[in-house]
């Protein structure tokens, strides 16, 4: 079996989500898995964010499509949404509350670029 390119795959992807634009997106994956278009584990790392109040900082960083570096470098120096530690200590998980994040990328609209 041949390796498809990334970019025959990307737009047998694409059309797939067009032709079948009429089910849930939960829906769309798990047909797309039943096709083999995607595998189980592919599936499983593609999330819809609909239904989840605090996401993790990789989740935060996909959601934002802002990269996990940006978004770490923003808990340290500041200047980025704000975040929740779940548990004491400096090891404990840091979570990001999905409507922070939102309030945070409206705050960062600009007309342009001399305003920033």
């Known amino acids: 079996m041949t390796e498809k390119k990334t970019s025959d795959w990307v737009k047998e992807l694409f059309e ?3 032709k079948h634009a009429e089910l849930s997106a939960e829906e769309r994956l798990k047909l797309a898995v039943d096709v083999g278009l ?19 900082t990789v989740e935060a960083a996909r959601f ?11 808990r340290l120096r500041g200047g980025g949404p704000t975040f929740t530690k779940a548990g004491p200590g400096k090891k404990s998980r840091v979570l990001y509350k999905k ?18």
């Open 16 to 18: 797939f989500g067009e």
């Open 38 to 56: 995607i595998s189980d584990d592919q599936a499983a790392r593609t999330m819809s964010f609909d239904n989840v109040d605090y996401l993790t």
């Open 64 to 74: 934002t499509r802002v990269s996990l570096k940006t978004l770490e470098g923003y």
């Open 99 to 116: 409507e922070h994040l939102v309030a945070w990328l409206d705050g960062q609209n600009y007309s342009s670029t001399s305003e920033y």
